[in-house]
């Protein structure tokens, strides 16, 4: 909380660090950046932001996040000699040049770093994306139908809930893959009953995301409370990674599993309950069988940064 009301007043230049899967605090960083921001006439708030999990810029070299490699970029590395140390040498030595920027990130999609004026980027163009009843995903609105659903329903069985992670779940800490759950190939809950996917078009181009991201669901529940949770995901095609096995024995078990292809990258993953919908402090149990939003009484919004 001391912090929150000093958020306004810092005199002092800030460096916040983010990585776009820490799987510990992918929330705060963009928060304090957010918040000082609101008094910053010197412009001395700045952050930088890369493919890394809790701490992975200052522990390793960060050439690569679970199965996906950086194209011979070390970004851990390249943000501690190259952004990290020019920041302190400036403002503790008066050597160098003060940072003409005020976020930079590194795009794991096309392996470089970027730099920006503000954040969201002042270039970057709002885009909606639409759930089609029909499980597809697009750029193009649903058209109104008078035959057909206009919605899908799923039944979601507290004794068999959806898992966050692969069972079996390996122990926090020391070891284990809880630093990079956040980047785990998501085909383990794909095609449950439980859970709704959306795929678009192959594409056929690439589609840049720069800025922050929020999906606004309708939906009903014959209960009072029920956790929604929403994933965008790249997923990669069949034939993304030549293979690094023999070609006429053919995989060893397993191995197909850990390559590239079909892999199914979560960029971007958060979680609302129901029952926060009007009030984190106060909870309110959600109208069974009533539409969100009114059909439209509850919209969930879900927002990812």
Same mark, same amino acid.
């Given at each position: 909380? &001391? ?9 002092? /230049?800030? *460096? ?18 957010? !918040? ?32 996906? /490699? ?19 040498? #400036? ?10 920027? &005020? ?26 994306? #639409?759930? !089609? ?29 959806? =898992?966050?992670?692969?069972? /079996?779940?390996?122990?926090? #800490?020391?070891?284990?893959? $809880?630093?990079? $759950? ?30 922050? *991201? ?22 990669? %095609?069949?034939?993304?990674?030549? =293979?690094? $096995?023999?070609?006429?024995? @053919?995989?060893? %078990?397993?191995? #197909? ?6 892999? &199914? ?8 309950? @129901?029952?926060?919908? &009007?009030?984190?402090?106060?909870? !309110? ?5 009533? %539409? ?14």
């Amino acid at each position: 909380m &001391q912090l929150r009301r000093n958020w306004r007043t810092s005199t002092v /230049p800030n *460096l916040n660090v983010a990585g776009f899967w820490d799987q510990e605090d992918p929330w705060g960083p963009w928060q304090i950046f957010r !918040h000082a921001a609101e008094h910053d006439p010197d412009h001395t708030n700045f952050i930088v932001a890369g493919p890394w999990f809790h701490g992975e810029w200052q522990t390793a070299k960060g050439d690569s996040i679970g199965s996906i /490699p950086f194209a011979g970029h070390e970004t851990a590395r390249e943000f501690r000699e190259n952004i990290e140390a020019a920041f302190f040498r #400036y403002y503790l030595h008066g050597v160098g040049e003060k940072p003409a920027w &005020q976020v930079s990130t590194f795009q794991s999609g096309s392996n470089t770093w970027r730099k920006y004026a503000a954040w969201p980027p002042k270039e970057a163009k709002l885009t909606k994306l #639409y759930f !089609h009843s029909d499980g597809t995903l697009s750029f193009v609105a649903p058209e109104n139908s008078k035959t057909g659903k206009l919605f899908r329903e799923y039944t979601s069985d507290p004794a068999n809930p959806v =898992p966050y992670r692969l069972r /079996p779940i390996s122990p926090t #800490y020391p070891v284990g893959d $809880w630093r990079t $759950w956040e980047v785990a190939d998501q085909r383990f809950v794909d095609h449950r009953p439980d859970v709704l996917s959306y795929v678009s078009a192959p594409l056929d181009h690439d589609l840049v995301i720069t800025g922050p *991201l929020s999906a606004e669901l309708f939906a009903s529940t014959s209960g009072t409370d029920s956790d929604f949770v929403v994933k965008q995901i790249d997923v990669y %095609p069949d034939d993304a990674q030549k =293979p690094d $096995w023999n070609v006429e024995q @053919g995989p060893k %078990p397993g191995q #197909y599993a850990q390559s590239l292809n079909g892999y &199914q990258l979560p960029v971007a993953m958060e979680v609302r309950r @129901g029952r926060y919908l &009007q009030s984190f402090e106060q909870p !309110h149990p959600l109208v069974p069988n009533q %539409p969100s939003n009114g059909m439209c009484r509850y919209a969930i919004t879900i927002t990812f940064f």
